[in-house]
């Protein structure tokens, strides 16, 4: 059973710092694609940051230069490092997992940052 628990949300002020973590069970997370999507309100799921089972990351282009999705094999976690937080980074941030034909999804954690 595939379950992903994501953590490391909070309130912060903009030009600020959080790191969020996932955290994989029942599946290797480093032969596998993950990604971090987030969901504002009102607005579409839209993909932050994704990382292939070889290490080959991408970004979206509203995040490039700020964030990095990286992967800790032994701990079988990924990572969203979010530098230079904005206001518009205000979100719902989702951790994401495609195992074969299927996508699973964690929970999600919530980041807010202030103006």
């Known amino acids: 059973q595939v379950q992903l628990v994501e953590s490391g949300g909070g309130l912060v002020q903009g030009g600020g710092s959080l790191r969020l973590s996932c955290a994989a069970s029942g599946i290797i997370a480093s032969l596998h694609p993950m990604g971090w999507y987030r969901q504002a309100p009102g607005k579409q799921r839209e993909l932050v940051a994704s990382i292939t089972g070889g290490g080959k990351t991408n970004y979206a282009d509203s995040v490039k230069g700020r964030f990095t999705i990286s992967r800790d094999s032994a701990k079988n976690t990924v990572y969203l490092q979010m530098n230079s937080l904005k206001p518009e980074d205000t979100a719902v941030y989702h951790c994401?997992?495609?195992?074969?034909?299927?996508?699973?999804w964690g929970q999600g954690t919530q980041v807010t940052v202030s103006s």
């Open positions: 994401n997992v495609v195992v074969g034909a299927s996508g699973y």
